[in-house]
C-alpha cells in the first residue's frame, strides 16, 4: 500500500517549537533520501529539508538553523524539529523522497501565530 502519513502540527506562537513525523509505507521510504516540503496559501510547494545516504542533511536557507531533519530507518520515519518558529513558516508540510516522487500525503498544518 503506498502511504506517507504526516503529523504533528499545529498552531503556536512565534519563537516556539514543533516535532512533524511522516510515517512512509515501505514501497515508499527510501533510505537513499528522504525529504520535507511544505506549501503556503497561495504559494507553490517548496524545498524545505532532506537527509539521504549515510545521513547527510540539507536544508533550504530559510530553515537553516532553526529546523532539524531525522529519520529511523526501521520505523520508516521521517521527523522534521522545528525550532523558533516564525509566521512565515505556516503551511502545510509534506514529506516525500528526495528527490519527490508523484504521490503526495495529505500533509500537516503549521500556522504560527506572530
Known amino acids: 500500500q503506498v502511504q506517507l502519513v504526516e503529523s504533528g502540527g499545529g498552531l503556536v506562537q512565534a519563537g516556539e517549537s514543533l516535532r512533524l513525523s511522516c510515517v512512509a509505507s515501505?514501497?515508499?521510504?527510501?533510505?537513499?533520501?528522504m525529504g520535507w516540503y511544505r506549501q503556503a496559501p497561495g504559494k507553490q510547494r517548496e524545498f524545505v529539508a532532506r537527509?539521504?545516504?549515510?545521513?547527510?542533511?540539507y536544508y533550504a536557507d530559510s530553515v537553516k538553523g532553526r529546523f532539524t531533519i531525522s529519520r529511523d530507518n526501521a520505523k520508516n520515519t521521517v521527523y522534521l524539529q522545528m525550532n523558533s518558529l516564525k509566521p512565515e513558516d505556516t503551511a502545510v508540510y509534506y514529506c516525500?523522497?528526495?528527490?519527490?516522487?508523484?504521490?503526495w500525503g495529505q500533509g500537516t498544518q503549521v500556522t504560527v501565530s506572530s
Open positions: 516525500n523522497r528526495y528527490p519527490p516522487g508523484a504521490y
Open positions: 515501505r514501497i515508499i521510504f527510501s533510505i537513499n533520501g
Open positions: 537527509i539521504i545516504g549515510g545521513g547527510s542533511t
